[in-house]
């Protein structure tokens, strides 16, 4: 095969060739023999060259952060894609080097890191990524550079796609613990790690071609982006995981080198008598406080007098769907401060932009698993109510499914990642019956009820057959609301939704196949979108103008807690820190497996509140 070679600082040759040749040499490859006529070393001298130095690591959050001293230093998706645009057009940046130092990012934040990347190459300038070890979703990114740099006691663990699913019926078992789940759908496999020792027939198909799909997506950017074929990206993964050398031999990795070596690589290939790594370049840096003014400007800071005051110009209001849905306020879990989303908080933000006059369009970004159905519903209604009056663009990202799947119901447009796991139109509800296990512990109970169904909500004995009936009637009629609205969302006939529905997943790639979503991209192609509608709507804002963003729901910082909860409500809340951190260090201890399992009962333990859920499964990891 042909070694594809980048060249990024010369302008294509169009010349009368074959199309894949045409399309090579658009995308910047050329030839090795095509290469030879312009050795590097025939390029213009440059005296000096600086070399913006970004780090990529962490998770990458995309939630709003609290303003202030702390919260400003948070790397969130957002300040992180925008560090690497700004080398594009900064006039000092010859090059880009990205290190990525095990970034904790699913596909759909790969996916929006390699669009950064790529607006650095279309500005004509190379980009250079370098990584010790590298993930799957981490190679996504470095792949997208035009050399993959690795030390050569470094590797690629790039080895595919597994989904582990844990199931807990023997534990209950063993404790004597009576799980009574109802579903409405066959593939509404969210009750299944409760009931069951293994997947059924249907969970399993499901989740094959969900992983199927995604591999697929996988070999096609990788062979895309290296100019190699899928059935060599795939022999690659197969044989994997690589050393350096390895990873080099199987054409995933361009060059072997120390990080103290990338410096003269970068001189050689640019050409350049001088290079300078601007290190961490426009990273934020904490803020110093000094004296009493210092001692003003940290009250000012912890209060939010600092914040930049919104402008009175046209502007897109992004409100962020993150994390399992519950009924009242947004809260955050007490092992991993990792956040619910609350209806009563997603509803004060979406009246928020729809009140807001210069709110002229708005995008909801949905990163959620589902959860309660009356919760999803109020904020349904909360996005119809916003629809009718703007623009809506709905933007998926790693999971949009279930109850994030009802709150995308209203959206003019649903954009989603081809990897997103989107989809469960299915209910489920039930409960955990602890009445045997207290008795096996001596402890019994008696009980007086008036009401044939008073035991429903019991946590001492399952369903009867009164109490199941009732139940599988409200599920029935839940699962109803939600498939009509979901077939007037999406301009269907009810009875093809039905079809699609039942609770299985879909990748991306395959609802969009399937008229569940409208397009595919990222979170930046629907704000591009949602700026079109705002443009074709208002005659103050014209396609192309790039307007002011309003984050939504606004952070809490902690003087506004202050305020809000008291002197006491900041003490109890300096304690519960003080116990989530404690937990969490616990936590980080234990093996994933272990660790998980307390995350996931946790969050079992706050759904457990709601009468139905609208809910992906507990403890799908896909790695």
């Given at each position: 095969m042909t070694r594809l070679t980048p060249r990024r600082l010369q302008p294509a040759l169009l010349?009368?060739?074959?199309?894949?040749?045409?399309?090579?040499?658009?995308?910047?490859?050329?030839?090795?023999?095509?290469?030879?006529?312009?050795?590097?070393?025939a390029k213009p001298a440059i005296e000096k060259a600086n070399v913006a130095h970004i780090e990529l690591s962490g998770s990458f959050p995309e939630a709003p952060q609290p303003e202030g001293p702390f919260g400003g230093l948070t790397?969130?998706?957002?300040?992180?894609?925008?560090?690497?645009?700004?080398?594009?057009?900064?006039?000092?940046?010859?090059?880009?080097?990205?290190?990525?130092?095990?970034?904790?990012?699913?596909?759909?934040?790969?996916?929006?890191?390699?669009?950064?990347?790529?607006?650095?190459?279309?500005?004509?300038?190379?980009?250079?990524?370098?990584?010790?070890?590298?993930?799957?979703?981490?190679?996504?990114?470095?792949?997208?550079?035009?050399?993959?740099?690795?030390?050569?006691?470094?590797?690629?663990?790039?080895?595919?796609?597994?989904?582990?699913?844990?199931?807990?019926?023997?534990?209950?078992?063993?404790?004597?613990?009576?799980?009574?789940?109802?579903?409405?759908?066959?593939?509404k496999s969210a009750?299944?790690?409760?009931?069951?020792?293994?997947?059924?027939?249907?969970?399993?198909?499901?989740?094959?071609?969900?992983?199927?799909?995604?591999?697929?997506?996988?070999?096609?950017?990788?062979?895309?982006?290296?100019?190699?074929?899928?059935?060599?990206?795939?022999?690659?993964?197969?044989?994997?995981?690589?050393?350096?050398?390895?990873?080099?031999?199987?054409?995933?990795?361009?060059?072997?080198?120390?990080?103290?070596?990338?410096?003269d690589l970068i001189k050689k290939d640019l050409n350049a008598k001088e290079v300078r790594i601007v290190e961490d370049y426009l990273k934020p840096k904490p803020k110093k406080y000094e004296g009493f003014s210092g001692l003003m400007e940290l009250m000012n800071d912890l209060s939010g007098?600092?914040?930049?005051?919104?402008?009175?110009?046209?502007?897109?209001?992004?409100?962020?769907?993150?994390?399992?849905?519950?009924?009242?306020?947004?809260?955050?879990?007490?092992?991993?401060?990792?956040?619910?989303?609350?209806?009563?908080?997603?509803?004060?933000?979406?009246?928020?932009?729809?009140?807001?006059?210069?709110?002229?369009?708005?995008?909801?970004?949905v990163d959620s698993p589902g959860g309660s159905a009356l919760a999803s519903d109020l904020m349904w209604r909360a996005l119809v109510r916003l629809k009718a009056e703007k623009p809506l663009i709905v933007s998926m990202g790693e999971v949009a499914g279930s109850g994030g799947y009802y709150i995308a119901m209203p959206g003019d447009t649903i954009i989603a990642d081809p990897s997103t796991i989107t989809g469960s139109i299915g209910v489920v509800g039930g409960k955990l019956a602890f009445g045997e296990t207290f008795s096996r512990f001596g402890v019994t109970h008696d009980v007086v009820q008036f009401g044939d169904n008073a035991g429903t909500l019991s946590l001492l004995t399952p369903f009867d057959e009164s109490e199941e009936a009732a139940m599988r009637k409200m599920l029935a009629e839940i699962y109803e609301l939600f498939t009509k609205k979901a077939a007037e969302g999406r301009g269907m006939e009810l009875d093809k939704l039905k079809e699609l529905a039942g609770g299985r997943i879909y990748s991306g790639a395959r609802a969009k196949e399937l008229g569940l979503i409208d397009e595919l991209g990222t979170l930046e192609d629907a704000i591009a979108m949602a700026t079109?509608?705002?443009?074709?709507?208002?005659?103050?804002?014209?396609?192309?103008?790039?307007?002011?963003?309003?984050?939504?729901?606004?952070?809490?910082?902690?003087?506004?807690?202050?305020?809000e909860n008291g002197f006491p409500g900041m003490i109890q809340m300096q304690q519960e820190a003080a116990g989530q951190a404690a937990v969490a260090a616990a936590l980080d201890a234990l093996p994933d497996p272990i660790a998980g399992l307390a995350e996931r009962l946790a969050a079992l333990k706050t759904l457990a509140k709601e009468r139905a859920l609208v809910v992906m499964p507990f403890g799908l990891s896909i790695r």
């Open positions: 010349l009368p060739t074959s199309g894949l040749a045409v399309a090579l040499l658009a995308a910047g490859f050329a030839p090795a023999a095509f290469a030879d006529d312009e050795p590097a070393d790397q969130t998706l957002e300040k992180a894609k925008d560090r690497i645009e700004k080398a594009a057009a900064d006039d000092r940046i010859s090059a880009v080097l990205l290190r990525l130092d095990g970034p904790s990012v699913g596909f759909t934040k790969a996916r929006s890191l390699r669009d950064s990347v790529k607006k650095v190459r279309d500005a004509g300038k190379p980009v250079y990524a370098y990584f010790e070890d590298a993930s799957t979703p981490g190679y996504l990114v470095a792949c997208a550079a035009d050399k993959v740099i690795c030390p050569e006691s470094g590797g690629v663990m790039m080895v595919g796609l597994r989904a582990e699913v844990e199931f807990y019926k023997e534990l209950f078992d063993d404790f004597e613990v009576q799980p009574d789940m109802l579903r409405v759908g066959k593939f009750a299944e790690p409760y009931t069951r020792s293994s997947m059924s027939p249907e969970f399993r198909e499901e989740l094959t071609e969900v992983l199927g799909d995604i591999y697929d997506n996988i070999l096609s950017t990788v062979a895309e982006t290296r100019g190699m074929k899928t059935d060599a990206v795939d022999a690659a993964i197969d044989s994997g995981p690589h050393t350096a050398l390895g990873a080099q031999a199987a054409g995933l990795v361009d060059v072997i080198a120390y990080e103290d070596q990338i410096g007098q600092t914040s930049t005051a919104s402008s009175k110009g046209p502007k897109i209001a992004v409100i962020y769907a993150l994390g399992p849905i519950i009924s009242g306020k947004s809260v955050e879990s007490p092992f991993t401060g990792a956040a619910s989303m609350g209806s009563e908080t997603m509803i004060e933000a979406i009246d928020t932009a729809r009140e807001d006059e210069t709110v002229k369009a708005v995008v909801l970004r079109k509608a705002a443009a074709d709507k208002n005659d103050d804002v014209n396609e192309g103008d790039e307007l002011d963003r309003l984050n939504l729901p606004k952070p809490v910082n902690p003087f506004e807690a202050l305020l």
